[in-house]
């Protein structure tokens, strides 16, 4: 499985930013892809994830900090996880990373995914 996520660049604060994490290699029928950040000097950040099947449909999950601004949502055909992020704040500002794992889990940690895309950079400015 390849993720590949895209979307980042540079934004000024109250702007909003859409990533995307298109995944190749095999097809996602359950699953679930969380997405993190990390800001220079600082450990990675969860900032939520979504799972789905095929009978219980899709859910989401956010960190509190994240809560409110930031929204993931799912294109089951195009095979693609989106993150939504409204409002943005200069301490937004990280390489965002996308992961999954073939399981439905209940994860916020890293070491919980199985597979990682290259991450991308969002940059906002005050």
């Known amino acids: 499985v390849q993720l590949q996520a895209s979307g980042g660049g540079l934004v000024q604060a109250g702007d909003s930013l859409r990533l995307s994490c298109a995944a190749s290699?095999?097809?996602?029928?359950?699953?679930?892809l969380g997405w993190f950040r990390q800001a220079p000097g600082k450990e990675r950040e969860f900032v939520g994830y979504i799972r789905w099947s095929g009978w219980s449909g899709d859910a989401t999950y956010y960190a509190d900090s994240m809560k409110g601004r930031f929204t993931i949502s799912r294109d089951n055909a195009k095979n693609t996880v989106y993150l939504q992020m409204n409002n943005l704040k200069p301490e937004d500002t990280a390489v965002y990373y996308c992961?999954?794992?073939?399981?439905?889990?209940?994860?916020?940690?890293?070491?919980?995914?199985?597979?990682w895309g290259q991450g991308t950079q969002v940059t906002v400015s005050s």
């Open positions: 290699g095999r097809t996602f029928s359950t699953g679930t």
């Open positions: 992961a999954a794992t073939l399981r439905l889990v209940h994860t916020t940690t890293p070491d919980g995914y199985v597979y």
